[in-house]
């Protein structure tokens, strides 16, 4: 970044005197690939239930979902953590296929702070501390654990949901591993070639300086329109979502960036079985690149990729979903009998 534009950036912060803003165009192409993510299949919203959090991490509700067979005792249960502008109907495909192809494997899904079915309207849109998001999850971890406690536990993030179990995974606050297996789907784990070097630096000095300053999604896309599966793109998507969020705070923006820069580093610290999955056509990293994430994990660390050229970043809606449900059930089947081999 040379003075000129350095000069140029500061100029607008100042200048910037609203909540809602149109950023310069060379930060569009990284914030365009933030907006793309607010695309999932629309669904009607189902009745939520709450749990509250323990005293140490506030006390917040949260609505969730579950996919457990009445008939069937599970012993293995998933926690998905769904993406950037989603919510935890965005698991609804995977739990209707376990219900019907592996009713020993439950799952449930939360809402995950912050986004469009936050109880907290004004909290949508923003994230006052991403260690918020690590409690979260440890919460509900706990009391899934309390329901279901011969159960091993592992949790399904998806895209941005992968960043926060990734996180969360090398953040847990006792010795133990937090939970016995990791699924990470379309994880964004660095910033692609196109995007300048300077960029995700300059993201975070403005999420300093006007951390509270919102972004329009329609700034966000910057004018592209990204294909998230193989038949369909975030603009024609984003608007039917019932739990659509208008607008971000530059501190989301600048925490997802963190996370993003960080993935790596999380990697290297995983312990428990992690597998990874990939679609071939995501335009966010390349096979390339998340081959370089999991080849970042330890040695003595269970390991396993799937990269599927065909799909794009959505994988639970893509038209090989059921390729890759077939790939998750096959691993956990390794899980629950300990077979997982290390690379």
């Excluded at 990204?226 to 208008?246: F, G, I, L, R």
């Amino acid at each position: 970044m040379n003075l000129h534009q350095t000069l140029q950036f500061f100029e607008f912060l100042r200048q910037s005197s609203v909540a809602i803003f149109t950023l310069p165009p060379t930060y569009q192409k990284f914030l365009a690939g933030l907006a793309a993510l607010c695309v999932v299949a629309c669904v009607p919203q189902e009745k939520l239930v709450c749990f509250q959090k323990s005293v140490e991490s506030k006390a917040d509700d949260f609505g969730y979902r579950k996919w457990i067979s009445k008939e069937t005792p599970q012993d293995v249960i998933l926690i998905g953590i769904h993406g950037f502008c989603g919510a935890s109907i965005d698991y609804n495909n995977l739990g209707n296929h376990l219900l019907q192809h592996q009713p020993d494997t439950g799952l449930y899904a939360y809402e995950v702070r912050g986004q469009g079915s936050d109880p907290i309207h004004k909290r949508r849109g923003d994230i006052g501390d991403p260690i918020d998001w690590y409690r979260d999850l440890f919460a509900f971890t706990q009391l899934v654990q309390e329901r279901h406690p011969r159960a091993k536990i592992v949790w399904f993030g998806e895209s941005m949901g992968a960043l926060i179990a990734a996180h969360s995974a090398v953040k847990a606050p006792s010795g133990e591993p937090a939970c016995d297996g990791l699924i990470l789907s379309s994880p964004i784990v660095r910033f692609r070639d196109d995007i300048p070097a300077w960029t995700p630096g300059l993201i975070q000095v403005a999420a300093t300086t006007l951390p509270l300053a919102r972004i329009s999604l329609d700034t966000l896309a910057g004018g592209q329109d990204v294909q998230m599966t193989k038949t369909t793109h975030h603009k024609e998507q984003s608007a039917k979502n019932p739990y659509q969020v208008d607008d971000y705070t530059l501190r989301m923006i600048g925490a997802l960036s963190g996370h993003i820069q960080s993935m790596n580093d999380c990697a290297a610290d995983f312990r428990q079985p992690v597998l990874v999955l990939h679609g071939g056509k995501d335009y966010f990293n390349n096979d390339s690149d998340v081959r370089g994430f999991v080849a970042r994990i330890p040695r003595w660390t269970s390991k396993t990729y799937h990269n599927y050229p065909k799909a794009y970043h959505l994988l639970m809606y893509d038209e090989q979903k059921e390729i890759v449900f077939r790939d998750i059930e096959r691993w956990l089947d390794l899980l629950r009998k300990n077979r997982l081999k290390k690379f």
